[in-house]
């Protein structure tokens, strides 16, 4: 495996405006920026829609036939992102796993805290099946806060008895948003993308009344008896690496097909440099590998 490059690729958050809120529009340009630095594949379809009141893009490879689905749920905090800032990400992981990729553009805070995207993603998979995809031919994957709702999408399926997606890959999903894990201690130095107090910021802007341990929000309160085959990645450098361990061991414990992957010194997110960073495309392959051994 190659090294990890210089820390001016690898930082995602890597100005005053975005470690401390002072100009939220500029923020989200200059994220959304740095993370379309990841192209979609060439003769990639890419078209917006609208599903149950959820705006979202569609990102569908040349040649593609059938209903296999991989589902995005970009991170940022809750705060930052968009459906066109991650369609390269999700484009080239849908396209190695087969399937074609749905890009969802809920609704960010502060202006719609809790629970508005969770609210969002579950509207965004009534409409999937509302329009005949089976459970089975759908996967999900996400970043981060992204995954959060994911994790949240999952227990909102199941007390509804929805039948659920055949997968989940989970990117350094950030599940402890009282910030309490050891590592946003112990690894405070090495993550050259978060800092503690730019999560707390996030996670106030949020959660608005609602407390970080509410077990609406804190997803390793829920049961997970009966979920999908999940796949977690996170790098060894990051402050969310207790989020990850902590998660795998929640919910392979209630019987859940969980693979952990913790990558050596990488760093939060590595995959968006898959165009310029062999670790990013190592594991955007085996990403894409684990969703596609789940979809039929």
């Known amino acids: 495996m190659t090294q990890p490059r210089p820390p001016a690729l690898a930082q995602h958050f890597p100005d005053t405006h975005m470690r401390n809120f002072s ?35 569609w990102a569908i ?17 809750f705060v930052l992102g968009s459906a066109e800032a991650f369609v390269g990400l999700a484009g080239n992981l849908a396209l190695q796993a087969g ?38 031919e759908i996967v999900f994957a996400g970043d981060s806060s992204g995954a959060n709702l994911i994790l949240s999408l999952l227990e909102d399926a199941k007390c509804q008895c929805l039948p659920l997606p055949a997968a989940a890959l989970l990117i350094s999903p950030w ?59 996170v790098g060894s450098n990051e402050l969310l690496l207790d989020d990850s361990l902590r998660l795998a061991r929640h919910a392979g414990g209630m019987g859940v097909r969980v693979r952990l992957d913790v990558w050596p010194n990488m760093f939060h997110l590595w995959h968006n440099h898959a165009s310029e960073l062999e670790e990013g495309d190592a594991a955007l392959l085996q990403g894409a590998e684990f969703l596609a051994a789940n979809l039929p």
């Open 99 to 136: 399937a074609r990729a749905l890009i969802l553009d809920y609704r960010l805070a502060p202006e719609h805290p809790f629970p508005s995207a969770r609210e969002d993603i579950l509207a965004a998979y009534h409409a999937l099946l509302g329009n005949g995809i089976a459970a089975e």
């Open 175 to 233: 599940v402890d948003l009282s910030l309490q894990h050891e590592s946003f201690t112990t690894k405070a130095a090495s993550d050259i993308c978060l800092t503690p107090e730019w999560l707390a910021n996030c996670a106030s802007l949020y959660l608005g009344e609602i407390s970080a341990v509410d077990p609406r929000v804190s997803v390793l309160q829920n049961s997970m008896i009966g979920l999908p085959p999940m796949m977690i990645q």
């Open 61 to 77: 490879p040349e040649d593609y036939v059938g209903s296999r689905t991989l589902v995005y749920v970009h991170g940022g905090g």
């Open 23 to 57: 100009s939220l529009e500029l923020t989200r340009f200059s994220f959304d920026t740095r993370c379309k630095q990841l192209q979609p594949p060439a003769d990639m379809q890419v078209e917006r829609v609208n599903l149950n009141g959820v705006s979202a893009m």
